[in-house]
């Protein structure tokens, strides 16, 4: 399912079908016949929350999550952590220090973890993995919650019968989208997302172009976002902006074979290995010190970047976005949009590949972006997890007083 997104030859409804036909060969057999009725708290009883992942650490979701269990209204709302992670780092221990209730269900099988939240009287189930590889779909099938809902780390419908709304926002799934849920899209006011900073984060740099050094692009997401005709389009950049360098840096890149395929696959459109730029992984402050040698960020598509993206704004790099109808061919428009940055978006191919080159021939505006780029997003709905917890505090409300009240 993950894997249908990397191309775009799908139809939403294609691709939607997909997600419900997994549900119906693997899933409907665990539906419970008398799933758990929500039922009003007592005055003065906090609303019981739980978020079921994976990944609870500093791989993708602990990005995302710290800075809405930072700000949660404990008087208001338990919070329990129902994690499946294996990866333990100092992000793990974060989290765990800001829930109410940390249980590990990553040693039981799908039945026994549900039975377990069962017994935890959760009243909303939060899958923060969905189809992503930690994702457990076939706990939530059995819906030992009486609401449960779908956010974070997965880009589209579960597929599952047993899973009431979908959270998102209204730069993700605009009113008229024609993304398709089986869950009930839920938008948030202002963004999906809330991102938190690594505190060891160096300052964002001036654009390296404005010192003297060629213009550079760049981009440092995964290897398999890199499709043929996506290097295609970041060729035709190439050749229409004489001079610039590409820089390339991921995970995959420290494998030759792939270095090779990838120096092929741009020679045989027409641009040489002296204007690439390939680099394997790093230490993550390392990392995010080599967005100081890109201009601009080339975010990737169909399928987006996500906490890329986010990284690559807080060290003050712009992107050149181009904006899909799917979510995930969305998630960076949405942040540039969210920031006021309208006029980096693009709205199709071959706006993408003016757009990007219209910014290395006006380099010159670059400086005040860049400059300004990390106080925009520090003080956006982005980064504000005071405001984003009161967002989705909200919508949790908003959505157990349905599931209380039903309409007749």
């Known amino acids: 399912l993950i894997s249908l997104h990397f191309e775009d030859s799908l139809s939403h409804e294609a691709l939607f079908q997909a997600h419900v036909d997994w549900a119906e060969r693997y899933a409907r057999r665990w539906y419970p016949v008398r799933p758990p009725l929500a039922r009003a708290r007592a005055a003065g009883e906090p609303l019981r929350l739980g978020y079921v992942s994976g990944s609870l650490n500093g791989q993708i979701v602990g990005h995302f999550l710290q800075n809405l269990l930072a700000h949660h209204d404990h008087a208001r709302f338990h919070v329990t952590l129902f994690s499946t992670t294996r990866s333990i780092d100092a992000v793990t221990d974060r989290l765990r220090s800001l829930a109410d209730a940390w249980v590990e269900i990553a040693g039981l099988d799908d039945a026994a973890g549900a039975v377990r939240i069962q017994a935890s009287d959760i009243d909303i189930l939060v ?88 213009f550079t692009y760049g981009s440092f997401n995964r290897q398999d976002k890199l ?9 035709a950049i190439l050749r229409h902006a004489p001079g610039t360098r590409l820089l390339l840096k ?35 402050a390392t990392m995010l010190a080599e967005y100081a040698e890109i201009d601009v960020a080339l975010d990737p598509f169909p399928y987006n970047g996500g906490l890329t993206s986010c990284e690559c704004l807080w060290m003050g790099v712009p992107i050149v976005a181009l904006e899909a109808e799917r979510l995930i061919g969305r998630q960076t428009a949405a942040m540039l949009r969210l920031l006021g940055l309208d006029d980096w978006v693009a709205v199709s191919r071959d706006d993408y590949i003016a757009l990007a080159v219209a910014k290395h021939r006006d380099a010159e505006a670059l400086a005040p972006v860049r400059a300004g780029l990390r106080a925009r997003m520090a003080a956006s709905p982005l980064c504000n997890g005071a405001l984003f917890a009161r967002d989705i505090e909200a919508a949790y409300l908003d959505i157990w007083q349905r599931a209380c009240h039903p309409p007749s």
């Not at 499709?227 to 060729?235: F, H, N, R």
Request: aromatic share 12%; hydrophobic share 35%; glycine share 8%.
């Open 127 to 214: 899958d923060l993995d969905g189809h992503s590889p930690t994702g457990r779909p076939l706990l939530f099938a059995r819906k030992p919650a009486p609401v449960q809902v779908e956010w974070l780390d997965y880009f589209d419908t579960s597929g599952l019968a047993t899973m009431d709304y979908f959270l998102t926002d209204p730069y993700s799934t605009p009113p008229d989208s024609p993304q398709r849920y089986v869950e009930t899209p839920y938008r948030l006011p202002h963004t999906r997302f809330c991102y938190t900073p690594p505190a060891y984060a160096p300052s964002p740099a001036p654009s390296p172009a404005l010192g003297g050094r060629p």
């Open 227 to 235: 499709s043929p005709a996506l290097i295609d389009t970041w060729a």
């Open 250 to 284: 991921n995970r995959g890149l420290q494998v030759e074979g792939a270095r090779s395929f990838l120096l092929e696959q741009f020679a045989a459109a027409g641009v040489g290995p002296e204007r690439l730029i390939l680099r394997g992984p790093s230490p993550h």
